[in-house]
Every structure is written in C-alpha cells, then in structure tokens.
C-alpha cells in the first residue's frame, strides 16, 4: 500500500491546492491541501426511544429519503505509517508557520511521535492557535529547506462511526462553542447559497438525514480533477462549476450545512487506502468536514462519501484557510512534496 511520490516544480508553475496535489509556494503564500447505496430501509430495525425524533427518523426511512455509503468492513487494530517530505527553495529569509503535526486527539495513539525535522537544522516554537491545533514556527534560511516528519500511529480499524438517529439542535440550545461553525468564511461563501439549500434540503428530515444528502448532493454535483484546483475557489465556485478537489467538496458541504443552521467545520489530515480499492494517485493530504449533531462532531467526507478507516486528524477550522499545512511570508517555491499513509502489516 504504500505510495510515495516526488515530483520537481517548476518555478512558473501557479499555486495550487486540494488532495493529491502537487503545488509550489509563491511570495506571501498559504499552502493549503485538504482531499452503490444501501436503502433507509435498513435502519428500520433500529430500536432507538427518541419519541418525536425517532418517529421522524423512521418517517426518512419509510419514505427512502437518505442513502448510505457503502458498508467497509471493520478491521483488527491496525498500524499506520504517516509523514511528510517538503522540499522549499527560499529567495531570502522566510518566516514560516507550519500545520503539519498529528492533532493532539490522537496523541496517545502515536507509537512514534511525528518530530518534525528540518534540514538544514534551525530554531523552532511551536504553540496552539485558535482552534486547538498544534502549529510551528521557523524561519527558513535562504536556499533550500527540507522538512520531514515519518510517524508511527495506532487505529482502531473502525470506519468513521454512523450515527442515523443523531438530531440536530435548535441554534438557541447550540453550545458557544460551535456557533462560529455557523457563519460564513473565506470560502465557505453561505449568502450565495442559502436560497438553494433550503430549495434542495429543506424538506429533508432534520438531523444526520439532511447532513446525508448533502454530501450526497455534493458528491454527484461536483465533478473531481486535480486540474480544477484553484487556492481562491469558494464554495458557491466549485457549486456553479461543478468542478474542484476535496477541499472544494468540503467548503460546499460546510456551506450548505451552514446555511441550514448546522455547525460544519473543516478538517485535513492523513487518509490511506485502507479497506478499500488503493488509488492510484500520489498521496496527499486528504480534506473533510465535522458537523456538530446530538450533542457531537461527527466525521463526514463528501469527496469519497463513504465510512473510512484509517482517517488521521491533523487540523481543524472554518475551512482550509484555518489549516494551511504551510504559511511563507515570503518568496519561495515548493520543490517537492511527497505524504505516505501505509498500512503497517502486523507479522
């Protein structure tokens, strides 16, 4: 399983982002990288005692209005090998902030950390933004500058958790926390989409039912090309072109559910092929959203719309803006970029 691929850019090459993507950095850039049905019928054998929830719920699935993913089969604890290989030429000194450590989650499950590496060797700090995630700071000489990191982690072999009957709040029962996942950002643009939400979902059952056909929505709308990628491609963009990468699938899923009072945040980290047919793409680093439903954040993927095993955390926000993997504050270009997510085989 294992995929590592270097590619040489040249200098003219424009910035690009999103899954699987290879991109250089230009002057005062951000790096940003994210990435068959079974009937509603299948959950009619659920015994759940919500009252007025559960009769909605087993309304959605008498009358089929939500599809689920695919089932993947649940695994033993697995071992995954995940890490980095950045290559930046620099015309001058270059402070840099980086996202690109393990969130902190998942912290007891590595069994190797993810230290990050740099050669040559300089000072680093690190600190926690806003949003909990784990970022450093450098300052890149000029010349090149390789950063690396090869980390060991262990996973549970579930898929990403199916949660039908979680209900969706009322925004005033929302906790503080989660009511800044509600507005609009840079390109989760929630005024150029709110009219065609509700035309398209609002008839659908509230709670995880609409979240479901949102993704299912974005997943038959939008057209996925590495050629789509754009660093400036908003939600309402990637809506009326119907094209992008993973992260262009997530800002519109974030967007819709935004616009439906749903709290949607963004998420990237590592995601292999694990359980399911290898890609044969280079690895990247993969793009999804959390939404917040019966008291928790609960993992959706609207690119591969489909329960995941493997799915490894490194940073969360209001969308990719929130969770540049690189932020140079000065001219540069990426050389190389290479991310492994193996599947460690237990014997």
């Known amino acids: 399983m294992s995929r590592t691929t270097t590619k040489a850019m040249p200098s003219a090459a424009t910035h690009t982002s999103g899954s699987r993507s290879i991109c250089p950095a230009v002057a005062g850039s951000i790096l940003i990288h994210p990435m068959g049905s079974t009937a509603w019928s299948q959950l009619v054998l659920l015994r759940v005692d919500l009252g007025a929830g559960e009769r909605e719920l087993r309304a959605g699935v008498l009358h089929g209005s939500w599809q689920m993913s695919p089932k993947v089969q649940r695994r033993p604890i697995v071992k995954i090998r995940v890490g980095y290989e950045l290559i930046f030429q620099c015309a001058q000194v270059t402070p840099m902030i980086l996202n690109l450590n393990v969130h902190y989650s998942r912290a007891s499950d590595l069994q190797q950390p993810d230290i990050l590496r740099t050669e ?69 643009d929630t005024d150029f989409l709110s009219a065609f939400a509700w035309q398209q979902f609002g008839h659908v059952s509230l709670g995880w039912p609409r979240v479901q056909a949102i993704c299912d929505f974005v997943h038959r709308h939008l057209e996925f090309g590495y050629a789509y990628a754009r660093p400036s491609k908003s939600a309402s963009q990637a809506f009326n072109e119907r094209q992008g990468v993973c992260r262009d699938f997530a800002h519109l899923a974030i967007a819709f559910c935004r616009c439906l009072n749903i709290p949607a945040r963004y998420c990237t980290g590592y995601l292999g092929d694990i359980g399911v047919p290898r890609d044969p793409a280079p690895m990247d680093f993969s793009g999804w959203m959390e939404v917040y439903l019966g008291d928790a954040w609960h993992v959706f993927d609207p690119r591969h719309n489909q329960r995941r095993i493997g799915r490894v955390l490194i940073a969360r926000g209001r969308d990719a803006a929130d969770v540049a993997i690189s932020m140079a504050f000065g001219p540069n270009i990426l050389e190389s970029f290479r991310v492994w997510t193996d599947e460690v085989n237990s014997d």
């Open 120 to 188: 040559p060797r300089v000072p680093m700090s690190m600190y926690r933004d806003g949003f909990g995630n784990w970022c450093t700071r450098i300052l890149a000489p000029p010349g090149r500058i390789l950063l690396t990191a090869d980390a060991l982690i262990s996973d549970s072999g579930e898929p990403d958790p199916i949660v039908p009957y979680a209900r969706q709040h009322a925004v005033e029962s929302l906790p503080e926390e989660t009511l800044v996942y509600l507005l609009g950002s840079r390109y989760c």
